[in-house]
T-cell receptor, first 112, second 116 residues
Framework: AQTVTQSQPEMSVQEAETVTLSCTYD???????LFWYKQPPSRQMILVIR??????QNATENRFSVNFQKAAKSFSLKISDSQLGDAAMYFC?????????FGAGTRLTVKP | GAVVSQHPSWVICKSGTSVKIECRSL??????MFWYRQFPKQSLMLMAT?????????EQGVEKDKFLINHASLTLSTLTVTSAHPEDSSFYICSARVYRVLDEQFFGPGTRLTVL
């Protein structure tokens, strides 16, 4: 079974600084998707960024970028110029076919 | 955009009663819908996957007789918690998958269930 591991239960960053959230996964599939979702206190899941496994280029979305290392099965999220509104739970997710699995989450605190 | 709604957003019920939660894709037809359960300060756990017109596929450990899923159309899936007990209290999130330009999955806002 596929597993997703987020080894950082909590992270903290100073406003305007950069923070990296870690994620590793285990799979025997060659074709899959990876995601980072943000869950603010409202509990609404918000897609931050996605990466197709067949693409070697790391995905970027404005201040958010990933470091996708397929051989190492690593998928970290970098948040640049952190803002107070970035504070939330962040979940790393893996999907192959109809099977989306989530990591345990990392709670990000942004200090003013 | 792509919006997934859930109704109700929160519900309180007595132990032994049944509760139905609706999940609708408002502006697209979903190929597949998913139901997740999230306990406080924990991650989302997949409960079941359903396709319109066919029986849902339940994850190991999820009682299909307790958590009834009906996927009546390409825009509506319902989760019924039968004979609810306090341990069923949780946050239930649905998600809908659609193939447009990309293969995308959108999440509803969740339903908080409290069983007294």
């Amino acid at each position: 079974a596929q597993t997703v591991t987020q080894s950082q239960p909590e992270m903290s960053v100073q406003e305007a600084e950069t923070v990296t959230l870690s994620c590793t996964y285990d799979t025997s599939e060659s074709d899959y998707y990876l995601f980072w979702y943000k869950q603010p206190p409202s509990r609404q899941m918000i897609l931050v960024i996605r990466q197709e496994a067949y693409k070697q280029q790391n995905a970027t979305e404005n201040r958010f970028s990933v470091n996708f290392q397929k051989a190492a099965k690593s998928f970290s999220l970098k948040i640049s110029d952190s803002q107070l509104g970035d504070a939330a739970m962040y979940f790393c997710a893996y999907r192959s076919d109809n099977d989306m699995r989530f990591g345990a989450g990392t709670r990000l605190t942004v200090k003013p | 955009g792509a919006v997934v709604s859930q109704h109700p957003s929160w519900v309180i019920c007595k132990s032994g009663t049944s509760v139905k939660i609706e999940c609708r894709s408002l502006d697209f037809q979903a190929t597949t819908m998913f139901w997740y359960r999230q306990f406080p300060k924990q991650s989302l756990m997949l409960m079941a996957t359903s396709n319109e017109g066919s029986k849902a596929t339940y994850e190991q450990g999820v009682e299909k007789d307790k958590f009834l899923i009906n996927h009546a159309s390409l825009t509506l899936s319902t989760l019924t918690v039968t004979s609810a007990h306090p341990e069923d209290s949780s946050f239930y999130i649905c998600s809908a998958r659609v193939y447009r330009v990309l293969d995308e999955q959108f999440f509803g806002p969740g339903t908080r269930l409290t069983v007294l």
